[in-house]
């Protein structure tokens, strides 16, 4: 009802609008009776318990697309999408047939309004990692079901404000049949995904308006209305210098040019954008203006430097760091943090055991820094959000996509774009130090309590004094907590809280008293 309130016109009324602090809620969010425990990937990716999420209207609005079906207890989805009715292992496999996705050069990809993602949950077979979003909207909790599955998703719409992406994030980004309107507004939001695409990156456009000649009849839609919407986008891909590699069926693929030497006319066609900071988008207006591609120095030369391939270049110097375009990270001092972070993480597992076994699939680390305890905990059996704080000292969120690594910039002191009990670990280093004078330290706990699992686990590594405060805010929330000094000795003044939260749902003992 609150969305309602504001402007419909270019999915406003979808984006992010938090209420103001008079309007927040001060509780805990209990589970739904009957909630377990989701199963454990693979098998999550095909079966979610109703309970944990019990909302049938998809399996009724999307019964002949092969999206998902109610059988017993549980959710069953047969991996099937709108525009690939036949499963998303044969779709992945034609878009395999031009975008090269088994040698670890197209790592990281980007699914505009994504269902309940099953594109993304088929493409971990090829260790292809992909941050999904969909808006809140009338297909209820898609994105609540994506991450009940263990796939990567967040809430989030192309409307009018930039995404919550940096610059030259992407190897790939994807839409299918997901209802952005590319060809108005001049493009903008296909300027958008040129912004968070690196150069020589794919983009992957599947359903109407591709091949209308043959499809209007099925679609329902005027032959007139959907030429002009092709020829928009055609005329803006070319625009953006963009090279078409295919169409066939209901599918084309553009590849983004991989430097300015391809685009010289271009810059002369296009606004080009003025902001020095391409990465500066948190609450930003999207605009019509181009990004510029970094300085190369010959026609073959990726600008922004080229990645390895994955795995390899989940340790190797990420390209912003090697180049210097990195204020204060050097060379050495990345790979000190990666150390570090490895010394960390064999600390954390003496006390919580289970932390890399595969009980925990989906990770959120609140304040990524360069993706190091991402980086160390790496394994096909979970996935990290790293997260960027807005107010963090050094936005090094690109250098976290150029280690084949996902995340998104947020603000502590409001809601992460997701839904109650979609993490089953947060890691949370440094963040209460962090936002000391920015917000209360129960708002921030009561969001990690909103979106853990029950029994799901947390890690707060932080000052021994801040960590005190937090203690005695959590002993009112239902979390069991160890503090444990630093590896290093007792006398080193950092330490670190682990906790688990208790399983309790709607209707049990419902007060809580801190």
Not at 37 to 62: I, M, Q
Not at 255 to 261: A, M, S
Not at 430 to 438: I, M, N, Q
Not at 487 to 500: R, S, Y
Request: aromatic share 10%; charged share 25%; with cysteine.
């Amino acid at each position: 009802m609150r969305a309602m309130t504001f402007p419909r016109e270019n999915m406003n009324y979808r984006e992010r609008h938090c209420p103001p602090d008079e309007e927040k809620l001060h509780c805990l969010i209990p589970a739904p009776k009957g909630y377990v425990t989701p199963f454990p990937w693979p098998k999550s990716r095909d079966y979610v318990p109703f309970a944990n999420a019990p909302y049938k209207s998809l399996t009724v609005e999307k019964a002949v697309q092969n999206w998902i079906q109610y059988e017993g207890n549980v959710f069953r989805f047969p991996g099937g999408g709108t525009q690939f009715p036949h499963g998303a292992d044969a779709y992945i496999d034609q878009l395999a047939s031009v975008i090269p996705m088994d040698n670890g050069m197209v790592r990281t990809a980007l699914d505009t309004g994504c269902g309940v993602a099953s594109w993304g949950a088929y493409l971990f077979k090829r260790n292809v990692l992909a941050m999904s979003f969909a808006p809140r909207d009338s297909h209820e909790a898609q994105v609540q079901f994506a991450l009940e599955r263990g796939v990567p998703a967040v809430i989030g719409v192309l409307g009018t404000i930039k995404l919550p992406y940096p610059s030259r994030a992407f190897d790939m980004s994807h839409c299918s049949r997901c209802l952005i309107p590319w060809g108005v507004n001049d493009g903008k939001y296909m300027i958008e995904v040129d912004r968070v695409l690196r150069p020589g990156g794919y983009w992957v456009l599947s359903g109407p308006p591709i091949n209308w000649k043959n499809n209007y009849k099925a679609w329902q839609r005027p032959k007139e209305e959907l030429e002009e919407e092709q020829r928009k986008i055609e005329e803006t891909a070319k625009l953006l210098c963009w090279e078409k590699k295919y169409e066939k069926g209901e599918t084309a693929i553009w590849r983004k040019r991989v430097n300015k030497e391809y685009c010289r006319e271009r810059d002369s066609q296009v606004t080009m954008c003025a902001s020095t900071n391409a990465d500066d988008v948190w609450y930003k207006e999207m605009d019509a203006c181009v990004t510029p591609y970094p300085e190369s120095s010959s026609t073959n030369e990726v600008a922004g430097g080229e990645l390895k391939p994955f795995p390899d270049r989940l340790n190797a110097v990420p390209p912003r760091i090697a180049s210097g375009s990195m204020p204060g990270v050097s060379v050495e001092s990345f790979q000190e943090d990666s150390k570090l972070w490895r010394k960390h993480l064999k600390a954390y597992k003496t006390v919580n055991k289970i932390i890399d076994s595969g009980r925990y699939r989906n990770i959120m680390d609140m304040n990524a820094g360069l993706g190091s305890f991402a980086a160390a905990i790496d394994s096909p059996k979970l996935w990290v959000m790293n997260v960027m704080p807005t107010i963090a000292e050094k936005d090094t969120l690109g250098v976290v996509y150029e280690r084949g690594l996902i995340g998104i910039y947020h603000d502590w002191c409001e809601a992460f774009s997701t839904y109650p009990r979609t993490y089953d670990l947060i890691h949370a280093n440094g963040v209460f130090s962090l936002y000391k004078d920015k917000c209360s330290i129960e708002d921030i706990l009561l969001e990690m309590d909103r979106i853990l699992r029950p029994e799901g686990a947390v890690i707060i590594r932080d000052q021994a004094d801040v960590l005190a405060k937090v203690k005695r805010t959590v002993a009112g929330m239902r979390w069991n907590t160890k503090m444990v000094d630093h590896e290093d000795g007792p006398l080193v003044p950092e330490k670190t809280l682990f906790a688990v939260k208790q399983y309790w749902v709607a209707g049990d003992y419902n007060s809580t008293s801190s």
